[in-house]
């Protein structure tokens, strides 16, 4: 919310300035008013991008994800959307990112983010970020392949966490996520 109320007052301010170089009549000629006008056309659509792809992360996290609603990672995500995990390992394509997704919710069915604290991007909306809370309870066994598992703790993990998009056309193409997975063991009872 600051960073539309801060680009409404950037188009405030610079529309109070253009009007001030009017040419000394009561209004602004034709080409200045022209001029505004485009200016502030310009700095509406910046600021509707960036509260667009802000809000589409909103409805991401807080409904897509947390409702394991994977058909519409679509809505969000370009179709070879590049996915840095915290671990380091790196994705290509939605198939690949949304089985990963899937796996988080194998041992922690209900594995959910309600809230973004922090919300930002930049001015044309191309970079966001978001910081939210991964919350969630260990209670099935977490596959760790050949056949074997860990049995569940019981416990539960509530994780700061934060994603930075890089957009392009309305999609992500690029995807970070940082949540500390040190924390995140020690709180589910496998930390040594």
Request: hydrophobic share 35%.
């Given at each position: ?34 001029k505004i006008d485009s200016m ?132 992500m193409i690029e995807e970070s ?7 995140y063991m020690d709180q589910m009872?496998?930390?040594?």
């Amino acid at each position: 919310m600051k960073t539309n109320q801060s680009i409404r007052a950037i188009i405030l301010l610079l529309t109070v300035a253009m009007t001030g170089c009017s040419n000394g009549n009561s209004g602004n000629s034709a080409g200045m008013q022209a001029k505004i006008d485009s200016m502030q056309n310009v700095l509406k659509t910046m600021s509707d991008t960036l509260e667009n792809h802000l809000t589409k992360f909103d409805t991401l996290d807080f409904t897509v994800f947390t409702r394991q609603e994977w058909v519409r990672f679509h809505e969000t995500h370009s179709k070879d959307i590049v996915v840095t995990f915290p671990d380091g390992h790196q994705t290509k394509g939605l198939p690949r990112h949304i089985k990963d997704m899937e796996a988080m919710f194998v041992y922690a069915p209900d594995t959910r983010i309600k809230v973004h604290p922090i919300r930002f991007g930049n001015n044309t909306g191309e970079w966001t970020c978001v910081t939210g809370v991964m919350e969630g309870t260990f209670t099935k066994p977490m596959p760790l392949g050949n056949g074997k598992f860990i049995q569940p703790t019981g416990k539960s993990f509530k994780i700061p966490m934060c994603t930075v998009g890089h957009w392009k056309n309305g999609l992500m193409i690029e995807e970070s996520l940082f949540w500390d997975n040190k924390t995140y063991m020690d709180q589910m009872g496998l930390g040594k």
